[in-house]
């Protein structure tokens, strides 16, 4: 049954990272602008202004798709340094109303604002006062959905766009709900959607009006899920930490790369950016993998588990670099790095009691004065940026575009 209050919001950005560009150059006002990679470069389209959006410019397609749907597309190199600086504005006033936030990207979070009413009013009063607060001190619009779950607030958020601003209150959710086609769902894919179809369920309604264990049956531990959802029952709560299992930084070259020193040159910045990632996040991890796909598109990957934890760029880069030099050689077309087994920095360091040839005792000489050189180069990057002090090695490497993923 629907929680009878609704106290969460989903609040989205609209056409983030292009809505940045425009902002910051007026004459990009208006035409169809999309934030990525070059055509030449086997690049995508990370955002796409709503005017790229009418000739169908999505992200993630392909930027020489992107042109062929639009030959005057203007793209704009992104500068994910301006986005994630923009993000902490915007998360900085989601928590001057509740300290329950909950991230799901630079541009979209959950809110809970349960108990704020005192101080700021209602969920809908505080959802308007936070759109505008975002317009005045950013200059960028956002979409906020308002309602009693996860599920009905994020699916708000995308009714109205652009600037759009919608409540959904418990005695609308059947009538909003029934006649939405059932990939409106959250967790029914292009996959699920086709086997359901084939059961004769078209729409949510028709989900919901299926016996629950017939759905459990065919569908499995998924099945109770979606046909909840159908209801409008989501229990998630808004989990400000929100436990993350993996950071990863990976780039798709222009050209096949073969020289090795180029190629660990981009591993020493992908393992920096993961550990200012990390560090900007209070969390450290132990497992480090990369992965190097070949011109053939043959992958490999490599993973190497540390006997202490570390949110480092050398000590990441370190283990990187000897993962590295055990890949065949070869021209690659793509080269990444991951970082897994995450825990909080406030967690005691500990390694393995009895370890055996090559476990320590206690972490890497030079690891306390390497943590307070790098407190201290953090301190300066979020002042002037994250190219004021950086490795030698790196500086003259091109500010290029950089996919980096959550899991």
């Not at 370890?355 to 050189?373: H, K, N």
């Amino acid at each position: 049954m629907v929680p009878p209050t609704i106290t969460i919001l989903h609040v989205d950005m609209d056409e983030f990272y292009a809505a940045v560009e425009v902002r910051d150059d007026p004459r990009l006002a208006g035409r169809p602008v999309c934030v990525g990679g070059g055509a030449h470069q086997r690049g995508v389209i990370a955002s796409a202004s709503y005017a790229a959006r009418k000739f169908g410019v999505r992200s993630a397609l392909p930027t020489a798709m992107a042109l062929a749907l639009c030959p005057d597309l203007v793209l704009v190199p992104p500068d994910f340094e301006r986005y994630t600086r923009e993000s902490r504005r915007i998360m900085e006033i989601f928590r001057s109303y509740t300290p329950l936030v909950e991230p799901l990207s630079l541009d979209e979070a959950f809110l809970d604002v349960a108990g704020c009413e005192r101080l700021f009013g209602d969920a809908v009063e505080i959802g308007r006062a936070i759109k505008r607060e975002i317009l005045r001190e950013t200059g960028l619009v956002a979409s906020v959905g308002v309602a009693p779950t996860k599920f009905l607030a994020k699916l708000a958020s995308d009714l109205d766009k652009p600037d759009g601003f919608r409540v959904i209150r418990p005695e609308e959710v059947r009538g909003l709900l029934d006649p939405m086609p059932v990939s409106a769902i959250f967790g029914v894919g292009p996959r699920t959607a086709k086997r359901l179809e084939a059961l004769g369920v078209h729409t949510v309604g028709d989900l919901a009006a299926r016996p629950r264990d017939e759905v459990l049956a065919r569908f499995g531990a998924s099945g109770a899920w979606i046909h909840e959802l159908a209801h409008g029952i989501d229990p998630r709560r808004v989990n400000p930490r929100r436990e993350e299992k993996s950071y990863s930084v990976e780039r798709t070259f222009e050209r096949d790369l073969v020289d090795r020193d180029a190629l660990l040159v981009k591993l020493l910045e992908f393992c920096e950016e993961l550990g200012e990632r990390l560090r900007d996040r209070g969390l450290r991890g132990r497992t480090i993998s990369i992965k190097a796909r070949y011109g053939d598109f043959r992958t490999v990957t490599r993973s190497f588990t540390l006997d202490f934890p570390t949110n480092l760029g050398p000590r990441l880069y370190a283990a990187a670099r000897g993962l590295f030099a055990r890949t065949p050689p070869g021209a690659l077309r793509l080269l990444g790095v991951q970082v897994s087994g995450l825990e909080d920095v406030r967690a005691p360091l500990q390694g393995e009691l009895f370890g055996g040839a090559g476990q320590r005792a206690m972490p890497e000489p030079g690891t306390e004065r390497l943590e307070r050189a790098t407190a201290s180069v953090d301190k300066l990057r979020k002042k002037f940026g994250d190219r004021t002090v950086m490795p030698a090695s790196l500086l003259a490497a091109p500010r290029g575009a950089r996919t980096t993923r959550r899991r």
